[in-house]
């Protein structure tokens, strides 16, 4: 076994959330090794709504910086019906966000994104990247952490303070933490699509749903979402629907009868998008409960959706595993040589943080998928309240900051 030394951390999954954690431990003058099972580091999808409570971590981060160029800064989310187009509500966003949160409110693709952070983790001295590279085994020991990776054919153990499982929905490392979740169908099936603003799709599309902002429209068989990426010159489609076909991959392209059927409630050219905008990537989503545990006080600690995977009703899986991994470097590099304690407190703050996310997205659903008497007065009392009210609401989410 190689040895580490006694400030070293073990990062399992080099996606947004291993490599945001990888990033914030070494900030901390930890030592770090982050393990890839995929042979290239790369991060497939498609767009990613940034929150400010997201881009407050990431710009301390300096991945920010390296994101200019690309991301958008949305000047509002605007709700409209799906079928007449009215508008029901308007969050302003823009400089009133980046004011009355300290932070901008971005969209991106998740492949920038992602390519911010591996160049941050990439040019940092105290880390260290391992593509290729399954994390197969886990045992604890006397005060340390011994993992086993696998890389073409070969075993290497590796010691370590802690592990940090950031291998997402389907961790093959939740199983090392006793008692915890598994995975589990929501019955919700998601749809992404890209569509480029200079094609027919897309001119189309802008007078219904203009690149400087987030547009939602409501239908109670599906809900749709467009949004700018890459400095406006892609549009980014995501529709939620009920369902379970799909193999749950990013890349799995399927028929789209499903979603077709589920659009008649919209308005052209909405209602014609199942076609016009092919391909669509679709795929089952997921939930972890989080109320199982997150944790091993040996030295596992789970984090983003290994930990408490949700529906992105309320677009906040990326963000919480953002949290998620600088809380647990704070709480580690503040507790010293008493690793036990500072992952009970990782627990005791994250869950209901999280618990309160989860409700929120629920909420979203019910209201954003209601029909007859419940839509209808969903749509009054949004149009009732003033933009500047309904931003108060996200006060809680979005004006978040870490207090440890």
């Not at 509002?76 to 029901?88: F, M, N």
């Not at 595993?321 to 994250?350: F, K, M, T």
Request: charged residues 20%; proline residues 7%.
């Amino acid at each position: 076994m190689e040895g580490r030394p006694p400030r070293t951390i073990l990062v399992a999954g080099a996606g947004i959330g291993g490599l945001t954690a990888a990033l914030a431990f070494a900030a901390r003058g930890f030592h770090v090794e982050v393990f890839e099972r995929a042979e290239c580091f790369e991060e497939i999808g498609a767009g990613i709504q940034l929150s400010p409570n997201a881009t407050r971590i990431l710009g301390t981060l300096g991945a920010l910086d390296r994101l200019k160029g690309t991301a958008v800064a949305p000047e509002a989310v605007v709700l409209k019906d799906g079928k007449s187009l009215r508008e029901l509500a308007r969050v302003p966003l823009g400089r009133a966000a980046e004011t009355r949160w300290n932070a901008p409110y971005l969209v991106a693709h998740r492949a920038d994104l992602h390519r911010a952070l591996l160049a941050g983790a990439s040019e940092h001295p105290r880390i260290l990247l391992h593509s290729g590279s399954t994390v197969a085994n886990v045992v604890f020991g006397s005060g340390e952490v011994i993992v086993t990776a696998e890389h073409d054919g070969r075993q290497e153990k590796m010691a370590g303070a802690l592990l940090t499982a950031a291998d997402g929905v389907w961790s093959g490392l939740r199983r090392f933490v006793k008692g915890s979740r598994a995975s589990r169908p929501s019955g919700t099936m998601a749809w992404r699509a890209l569509v480029e603003t200079a094609s027919a799709t897309g001119r189309a599309l802008i007078p219904l749903a203009p690149p400087d902002r987030v547009t939602a429209f409501l239908n109670p068989a599906l809900h749709m979402v467009i949004y700018p990426l890459r400095s406006g010159t892609v549009l980014n489609l995501v529709a939620l629907t009920n369902g379970e076909a799909g193999t749950g991959s990013w890349t799995n392209t399927i028929d789209t009868g499903p979603l077709a059927r589920a659009m008649r409630g919209f308005t052209p050219p909405l209602a014609d998008l199942a076609e016009a905008a092919k391909p669509w990537t679709a795929w089952p989503i997921h939930a972890v409960d989080p109320d199982g545990p997150w944790t091993d006080p040996r030295g596992l600690a789970l984090i983003g959706d290994a930990a408490h995977a949700m529906t992105p009703f309320a677009a906040q899986g990326a963000a919480m595993a953002i949290e998620d991994a600088w809380v647990l470097a704070a709480l580690v590099a503040e507790a010293a040589n008493d690793l036990p304690a500072a992952l009970a407190r990782y627990e005791i703050l994250r869950r209901p943080r999280i618990r309160r996310v989860v409700r929120r997205g629920a909420f979203n659903h019910f209201t954003w998928h209601a029909s007859g008497p419940i839509a209808l007065a969903r749509n009054l009392v949004l149009s009732a309240r003033p933009p500047e009210r309904l931003a108060s609401d996200f006060d809680w989410l979005y004006g978040w900051h870490a207090e440890i």
